[in-house]
């Protein structure tokens, strides 16, 4: 007689994994000689550092490429002693240097494993670093000057994970890459060092592929639907009044918020070379006149009216004294102000101005209860 085993669900998806796991990776040791590299003259040197093959960097804003790489998924990991005074970083699932996702050190806080900003994740969005957008995907990891430090880089789909010279624990945790990217190249910047360079492709240790949790995802009080303007030149020292609001006859697009709640301007409309401003406009319904508090991130300048009324204007200006906490980034904790609602149908317009790196706001009422966005 035959018999029939059944194997429960949770078994199979166990030896799956388990038979994934034991897959061979072969890896990728990427040679520190001139003909792996795509380099600018006399911006890289190649030379044995510390017994090891190494490259040296020894100029700002002079990748070193990687020759015909094309990544998507896996391993990086490589050695480092920056000599910058500023970042020392990698890009990769990079198309170009306007398009790519990166990693980088903060130099400055070399030695000092409390900063809160010794490392951060960003993406470059359309020739625009958004560092300023996402304050979050920052930590303090130990490394320093004057030795090698070992980076490990796990990326699997959405989500990566960044160890520093510790591999038993992640100094960041990513559960979105944020860029327009999903494979391509790899480069290096930021004057000093690189040795051991070695790629796993498709060896991602387990992480999911899938974006992990937005922590906002069940707060209703965000606001994450705007209609958007089209950008149009403000010129330095100009405000915005009653006077420069929007015509009857704007041209408007809807515009929906990404991860906790911002709306990203940057990914719409692409860096602001000189000073540019974009109006967004939510209409709010209650039933009765009531006064709402709201929190408020921005990047760089608005102006918010209610109703026709300039109800709140401020600066969020990067190494300007009128900068904002947390160091000019956009965060709910730029700014809060009450907003007068009254009976029926309310119009709030919101102008945002640019021309540093990204740009876009995060709106949260302190309740959404009896209040509906009726945006067109």
Known sequence: MNRIFVIPLFLCTWLAGTSQQKRTVTPLKIPMTADHWDFRPDKLQFLEYRS???????????????????????????????????????????????????????VGDAGNPNAIDGIQYAPIVKNVLLWDMLDYYQGPASFKKGEWNHIKLVISGAQMLVYVNDLTRPALQIPRLEGNTTTGGLAFDGMGYIANLVIRPDDTQGLAPAEGFDPTHQDPRYLRSFNVS???????????????????????????????????????????????????????????????????????????????????????????????????????????????????????????????????????????????????
């Open 230 to 376: 089209q950008p149009e030149p403000l010129p330095q020292g100009q405000e915005l009044s009653a006077a420069q609001l929007p015509a009857a006859a704007t041209d408007w697009e809807k515009i929906t918020a990404e991860r906790r709640g911002l709306i990203n301007l940057t990914r719409r409309f692409g860096k602001s070379p000189s000073r540019r401003v974009v109006w967004l406009r939510a209409r709010l319904k209650v039933a009765n006149e009531q006064v709402r508090h709201l929190r408020f991130g921005f990047s760089d300048e608005a102006w918010v009216f209610i109703n026709g009324q300039l109800d709140f204007a401020d600066k969020n200006i990067y190494m300007a004294p009128i900068r904002k906490e947390p160091d000019g980034r956009c965060d709910l904790d730029n700014a809060s102000f009450t907003l007068p609602l009254k009976a029926g149908v309310n119009e709030l317009l919101i102008g945002v101005s640019n021309d540093f790196y990204g740009w876009g706001i995060i709106a949260r009422l302190d309740t959404m209860e009896g209040i509906e966005l009726v945006n067109d």
């Open 52 to 106: 090891v093959p190494a490259i040296r960097i020894v100029a700002r804003n002079a990748p070193a490429i990687v020759k015909d790489l094309n990544f998507s998924n896996g391993i990086i990991e490589y050695d480092i002693e920056p000599e910058d005074r500023a970042f020392a970083g990698i890009s990769f699932r990079r198309k170009d240097s306007a398009e790519c996702e990166y990693f980088y050190l903060r």
